[in-house]
C-alpha cells in the first residue's frame, strides 16, 4: 500500500483486519508489526525521553498535598479500624444468634406455660367460691 502520509496510512491500516507493509509517497516504511524505519531525511523522535521533565509544581503546593495525604491517611486508617470493630461486633451477633433463638423459644415457652397457670388458678378460684 501507498498512501500520500502517516495520517491516512495509519487509517488505512487500522481499518484493515490484516496488517500491511506500508510505504509512503515520502518513503516512510510501516512493516506490519507497525514499527517505523526508513524515508525521510529528517528522523523522527519518540516521544519517550530519558530526561526528567521538569517540576512545575511549586514546593508550598506540594507541602499542601502532602498534608492532604496525611490528613486523608489518618482518616482511612480511622475508618479502617471502625470497620474492623464493626466486624468483630457482626461476629459476635451471628455467633451468639442460635444461643439468643433458644432464649427466645425459652421465653415463649414460660409465657404459653404461664398463661396456662392463670387459666388453671382461675377455676380453682371458682370452684372454691
Not at 38 to 59: D, I, N, T, Y
Not at 74 to 91: H, S
Not at 106 to 119: C, F, H, M, P, T
Amino acid at each position: 500500500m501507498i498512501p500520500w502520509s502517516l495520517r491516512i496510512s495509519h487509517k488505512q491500516t487500522e481499518l484493515r483486519s490484516r496488517r500491511w507493509w506500508v510505504v509512503t509517497l515520502a518513503g516512510e516504511l510501516i512493516d506490519s508489526s507497525g514499527t517505523m524505519s526508513g524515508g525521510g531525511a529528517k528522523p523522527r523522535g519518540g516521544g519517550m525521553s530519558s530526561k526528567l521533565a521538569s517540576s512545575a509544581v511549586q514546593p508550598e503546593v506540594l507541602r499542601k498535598y502532602e498534608q492532604d495525604c496525611a490528613s486523608v491517611d489518618a482518616q482511612l486508617a480511622e475508618v479502617t479500624e471502625q470497620l474492623r470493630a464493626a466486624e468483630v461486633q457482626l461476629d459476635s451477633v451471628t455467633r451468639s444468634w442460635p444461643q439468643i433463638d433458644l432464649e427466645i423459644d425459652k421465653v415463649n415457652l414460660d409465657i404459653q406455660n404461664a398463661g396456662k397457670w392463670v387459666i388453671e388458678t382461675e377455676k380453682r378460684v371458682r370452684d372454691l367460691k
